[in-house]
Structures are given as structure tokens and as C-alpha cells.
T-cell receptor, first 112, second 109 residues
Framework: GAGVSQSPSNKVTEKGKDVELRCDPISGHTALYWYRQSLGQGLEFLIYFQGNSAPDKSGLPSDRFSAERTGGSVSTLTIQRTQQEDSAVYLC??????????FGPGTRLTVT | GQQLNQSPQSMFIQEGEDVSMNCTSSSIFNTWLWYKQEPGEGPVLLIALYKAGELTSNGRLTAQFGITRKDSFLNISASIPSDVGIYFCAGLNDYKLSFGAGTTVTVRA
């Protein structure tokens, strides 16, 4: 079946611009996660959605970052007024059970 | 977040060799997982460990969940070229995964 998909695969933006990253989870998966992976680093938790519950936003690095999940499916991660340190690969994952998180291919964001 | 120390950072191995990597943490985790990531892709789950002391195999991969719940190792036996990639350990508590920085494996043919 179809896995987690993310778009765009690559995004280059100028410092100060806003960007939106999209995640389409696996159909039927109730949980959705966003992670950030900087060069040579492991993944850093950003935000977690579970069904209709309030999301866990504790990993968002600043108030320039926000995310929403519409209809319990597609999620959008928005970064406002991008900075160069925001450059990273942003990964989305979905799961039915916590320990089986399936990852998308990621969006590589470059802020110039 | 919680820090996992993964070693080695990188390794060059000869095809056919067995390799080992490990992960330690100052925190206890309920579940340990090992992922592999290839260029341009997201991490793929290789092995999940649910009980302290558990030893689990998946083909040529073997992983153990440390008895203290603060460490885990992954072994790859008889390495082949397609084993190339970055291997990440991850600890899971509730729904949050904490990742190690990864071990980059390069195989010499």
C-alpha cells in the first residue's frame, strides 16, 4: 500500500520568507509526527498529533513553527520568517501503534 | 530532549564481516528501536525491542535490549553492499522517539 508521502521533496527559500511543508500519512493511521534532521544528526521531535486530541507541540523550537492536521489526515508544518538555522530535512511519520512509526522521505529545506 | 549516545559514529567494513554498534542513555526507555536510513529516504524500522534483556533477530540483524533499559546493541552478520546506510538507535517512552546521532556504515566490496 501507499506509504507516507511528503511534499515538496526539496525547498529552497530566502531568509525571512514563510514555507509550508505537507505530509500525507498512511491511510488509517491515527498518529502523525514531525521530526527535524540536521546534517549529521539524529532526528529531533517537533510535534505529535493523535486523533482529535490536542497536539503535543513541546518540540517546536520557536513560535515561528506551527503545524496543523486537517480532518485527522493531512498535516502541514509552517515555518514563518525562515532563518538559516532552519535548514534541515523535515520528516513526517505516521503510526497506528507508537513503536511502529513509518517515515516519509522528508523535505529538504534550504534557507539562503 | 533525552540524549542517546551512539557509537561508533562511522565504520568502514569489509564485505562478509560482522559489525556491531551500540547505544547508551542516561534515561530508561520502555522500547528500543533500530532504524536504517538511506540517502533521500526516511528511516525504516529494522528491529523493535520491548523487554529488558530481550534478544531479537531479523535475518542477519540481531539486537538486544539492555537489562538496565538504558542501552542496546545491533549486530549485522556477514555484511553485504546493500547494508550501506546510516543506522539509528531510538528509545521510545509513550509516543516520543529520542534518536541517537547515527552510525554511518560503508561496505568495501
Amino acid at each position: 500500500g501507499a506509504g507516507v508521502s511528503q511534499s515538496p521533496s526539496n525547498k529552497v527559500t530566502e531568509k525571512g520568507k514563510d514555507v509550508e511543508l505537507r505530509c500525507d500519512p498512511i491511510s488509517g493511521h491515527t498518529a502523525l509526527y514531525w521530526y527535524r534532521q540536521s546534517l549529521g544528526q539524529g532526528l529531533e521531535f517537533l510535534i505529535y498529533f493523535q486523533g482529535n486530541s490536542a497536539p503535543d507541540k513541546s518540540g517546536l523550537p520557536s513560535d515561528r513553527f506551527s503545524a496543523e492536521r486537517t480532518g485527522g489526515s493531512v498535516s502541514t508544518l509552517t515555518i514563518q520568517r525562515t532563518q538559516q538555522e532552519d535548514s534541515a530535512v523535515y520528516l513526517c511519520a505516521s503510526s497506528l501503534v507508537f513503536y511502529e512509526q513509518y517515515f516519509g522521505p522528508g523535505t529538504r529545506l534550504t534557507v539562503t | 530532549g533525552q540524549q542517546l549516545n551512539q557509537s561508533p559514529q562511522s565504520m568502514f567494513i569489509q564485505e562478509g564481516e560482522d559489525v556491531s554498534m551500540n547505544c547508551t542513555s542516561s534515561s530508561i526507555f520502555n522500547t528500543w528501536l533500530w532504524y536504517k536510513q538511506e540517502p533521500g529516504e526516511g528511516p525504516v524500522l529494522l528491529i523493535a525491542l520491548y523487554k529488558a534483556g530481550e534478544l531479537t533477530s531479523n535475518g542477519r540483524l540481531t539486537a538486544q535490549f539492555g537489562i538496565t533499559r538504558k542501552d542496546s546493541f545491533l549486530n549485522i552478520s556477514a555484511s553485504i553492499p546493500s547494508d550501506v546506510g546510516i543506522y539509528f538507535c531510538a528509545g521510545l517512552n509513550d509516543y516520543k522517539l529520542s534518536f541517537g546521532a547515527g552510525t554511518t556504515v560503508t561496505v568495501r566490496a
